[in-house]
């Protein structure tokens, strides 16, 4: 018992582990994270309705989407913004390796008669066809990637833009990174929940790597007959560090941003947004 809660509370190196896939596609905990990205009055897994929708506003008016637009969205959810952006008459090509989110904005697309392209794929491995004016990575996904899997993925969507396309993303700051503590909590859901429909224990550390700028919320749920161990990585940066690895990937900062709603760069907030290009 001892030795098995040391290693539940072991430090592992910074980025050792991976495992984003298993946060949004087991069948149970993607119900449950679906069920956060439609409830538009939580920014859990998605903004609220109102947030996205001036997210939305902002990014047609300011690309300048319409019909001869092509818009790819990485890690597109359910589509609450790729459907915004289709509105446009945009071409959309929206890709998450959710299977239920995929499904879920199919149908709402179909529904809508949009025809947006969504592809069920890892976006770490997928080769974008043709050009694209605006990419998107909304809700701070691009901060739980490790570093080689950023600068892989900064240097495809390079490849991606169209001549004057731009990248637009939304990142935790060091602000946010300054207001993390470390803490270790424990607890037990006998009826189910979150990470299961059946009975479990969770164990919760969340570890800070003050050289990195890195957080880690590490859980091990503990299930009668399985025990899984996830890593939420965040990765948080300043418009400084961010410039230098977009300038690896050859590509520059062109608008330093508060949020994905075009709001003014603000140094005191949790969050900040680029545009970037080529
Ligand atoms: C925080 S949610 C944001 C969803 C959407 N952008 C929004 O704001 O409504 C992150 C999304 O990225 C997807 N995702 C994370 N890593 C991915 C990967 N490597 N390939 C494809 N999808 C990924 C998840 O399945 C999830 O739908």
Redesign the pocket.
Known sequence: MFNQLELINERPAVFAHMT??D???DPHV?EQ?LRF?LDGTVAV???TTEW?EAATTWMAREFRLGGNSRVL?????????AIRLARTGARVTG????AR?IAYAREAAQKAGLPIDYVH??????EPAGRFDLV??????YC??EPS?RLALLRTIGSALASGGAFVFDVDSTVAFANMAEEVSYSHSPRGGFWSAEAFFEFHNRFVYPDERVVLDKFVVVEANRTRTLFNWIQCFDPTMLAAELGEAGLRIDATLGNVTGAPFDPASPEFAVVARR
Do not use: E, K, N
């Not at 890709?95 to 959710?98: I, K």
């Not at 794929?121 to 997928?126: I, K, Q, V, W």
């Open positions: 984003v896939a946060l949004w596609t993607s994270m990205h897994s998605s903004g996205i969205d990485l890690g597109c959810g359910p589509g609450l913004y890709v998450d390796f959710s989110s794929h890892d976006y770490l491995a997928y998107t990575m909304i809700m701070r996904d739980a990637m899997q």
